[in-house]
């Protein structure tokens, strides 16, 4: 069978810390402008070229990034899901029928086991799939350029130990529309705009992983998790956002960190890290250092439905900005961060000041702040701190980006932050950079520490 492109769940990596591991779960994540995906692009397909592909560092790259940041700020959640963020990546379709979303990852379900290249989300909590459609996304490969075969279809009836989660578990959170307790629990999850939604009933059936132990040793283990037999999709969905089904990382009960919590296997927390290509590793059932720095999650209305932080100061340099505290949604899914208009004006303001640079306008920026880097050193670019109760303070390593614009024959680094008309922040994964970032949902904690992880071993089917 022919290696798989993106993220197979038996893809594992070992996190270099100075304690010992506990055995976790792990997937890698490969972001679909990196290195590697266009590696993988180039030498699959002949229509694609490397000059297609948008230039890393450039005006196009990073335009196109903050483009689907802010179409996935339009994309809201009905009343039972309330807050879900898409991994909504470009709109310009480089190469036919392109994914939409940031990041993915292959995982295998069932007995005998099938393969799914889903979507991954932290802000919302079911795994489904398409499954006995009635109405789900095009799944041949000839749709896709990306793939060299056709994605899968989920059939209760074909996986030997599966069976249908009934109208009276505890899970099924639609109960009350069923007719009869021994009726399969359905499903739906829709939005307000664009009409999308994925709709069917919930199965429960095995997922399979690969774990790892401080010894790097491997062995494959599988568990009970609940699955969206998503027979009918529309809007995006129907278009090809997640062809293949999405992933939930949510706090809810339903979400794969809790079931696996849930099955004994692992802790209820999972720790996500990201490399120079935007791409990275998320590890099931990783707890962090116990020297870390943290931060509670906040609730939204009286319940944990996302992972929602309060800032209380921000810090430019050394200065300390006055009311500059927010709410802030931490949402690996979103590739850059957005401040509060009024937070944003202070931020900008004063690194203005305080940066030693010209600022600059340069032609297809999607940035007002950028300073022309090419006749001198950055000498002193102030950092950016955010402070937390308790005097935590989480250091962005990459407040800037440099981009490079070989047409205009000039360097130039812009302040990579944007401001939103909300009430909430996104702190996005620009700011998550070169760190470990733990979300410790028993304890409704955000962790961080330095973030150095060596891959150690690669299985592909």
Request: charge should be neutral; include cysteine; aromatic fraction near 14%.
């Amino acid at each position: 069978m022919a290696v798989r492109f993106l993220v197979p769940l038996l893809i594992v990596y070992f996190l270099v810390v100075d304690a010992a591991i506990a055995v976790t779960f792990s997937s890698k994540l490969i972001h679909r402008f990196s290195d590697e995906a266009k590696a993988f692009f180039v030498s699959r397909n002949s229509n694609v070229s490397v000059d297609s592909w948008p230039k890393k560092r450039s005006f196009d790259y990073y335009r196109l990034l903050l483009g689907s940041d802010l179409k996935r700020q339009k994309l809201k959640l009905g009343a039972e899901y309330q807050l879900l963020f898409p991994y909504l990546g470009s709109q310009t379709l480089f190469f036919g029928n392109d994914f939409d979303w940031l990041h993915y990852t292959w995982i295998d379900i069932g007995t005998p086991n099938v393969s799914f290249l889903v979507a991954l989300d932290a802000g919302s909590d079911l795994l489904w799939v398409p499954c006995d459609c009635m109405q789900c996304a095009p799944l041949s490969s000839s749709y896709y350029d990306m793939l060299d075969r056709d994605l899968n279809v989920y059939s209760p009836s074909l996986s030997s130990t599966s069976k249908p989660l009934s109208c009276n578990d505890q899970l099924c959170e639609l109960g009350s529309n069923c007719k009869s307790s021994k009726e399969p629990c359905p499903y739906l999850v829709s939005y307000y705009s664009k009409n999308t939604s994925s709709s069917g009933f919930l199965i429960e059936d095995r997922l399979h992983l690969a774990s790892v132990s401080e010894h790097a040793s491997q062995s494959s283990v599988w568990a009970s998790v609940i699955i969206g037999c998503g027979r009918k999709q529309s809007g995006a969905y129907l278009d090809g956002a997640a062809p293949d089904g999405l992933m939930g990382l949510g706090p809810g009960d339903l979400s794969i960190p809790s079931l696996l919590s849930k099955a004994g296997l692992v802790r209820n927390t999972f720790s996500i890290c990201f490399d120079d290509n935007y791409s990275g590793a998320i590890f099931f059932g990783d707890e962090g250092l116990a020297t870390q720095k943290s931060t509670s999650f906040v609730p939204l209305e009286g319940k944990f439905v996302t992972y929602l932080i309060e800032v209380e100061s921000y810090l430019v340099g050394s200065s300390s900005l006055k009311k500059a505290g927010f709410l802030a949604l931490v949402d690996s899914g979103t590739s850059f961060t957005f401040l509060p208009y009024e937070i944003y004006e202070k931020v900008v303001v004063e690194f203005d000041k305080q940066v030693n640079a010209t600022r600059s306008t340069f032609k297809g920026s999607p940035w007002k702040y950028c300073y022309n880097s090419s006749s001198q050193e950055l000498l002193n670019v102030p950092t950016l701190t955010l402070v937390f109760a308790m005097n935590q303070s989480f250091i962005v390593h990459n407040p800037i980006i440099k981009l490079i614009s070989g047409n205009q024959g000039f360097n130039v680094f812009c302040l990579s932050i944007q401001p939103i008309h909300e009430e909430f922040g996104i702190i996005g994964q620009n700011f998550m950079r070169g760190y470990r970032m733990v979300f410790d949902r028993e304890n409704l904690k955000l962790g961080w520490s330095t973030s150095i992880y060596v891959r150690i071993q690669l299985t592909v089917k």
